[in-house]
């Protein structure tokens, strides 16, 4: 059992940075594949970035360039760095962590980006 608890979530101008940061608690953090998924208002959650347990990197399309995944396993930690925000990038940002059947997910944090 895995516990994921989101933070830095806000209110930012377009062009603007925030970076979320993702606890885990209850388990071994460094075997888990960690991604962050959005939701925005009437969409689909969907796919930002995730990093495996060794490190391999992947982005949707829309944030490559702007946002970057990293983790520290000895904080138990993953975190989401954004930058250079735009309007279509306001969601709820949920933490996911993955192991083979097993899935865990956050509570989401809100980050709104204002034109």
């Known amino acids: 059992q895995v516990q994921l608890v989101e933070s830095g979530g806000g209110l930012v101008q377009a062009g603007g940075s925030l970076r979320l940061s993702c606890a885990g608690y209850?388990?071994?953090?460094?075997?888990?594949?960690m991604g962050w998924y959005r939701q925005a208002p009437g969409k689909q959650r969907e796919l930002v970035a995730i990093i495996t347990s060794g490190g391999s990197t992947n982005y949707a399309d829309s944030v490559k360039g702007r946002f970057t995944i990293s983790r520290d396993n000895a904080k138990n930690t993953v975190y989401l760095q954004m930058n250079s925000l735009k309007p279509e990038d306001t969601a709820v940002y949920y933490c996911n962590a993955e192991r083979g059947a097993y899935g865990y997910w956050g509570q989401g944090t809100q980050v709104t980006v204002s034109s």
């Open positions: 209850g388990s071994i953090f460094s075997i888990y594949a």
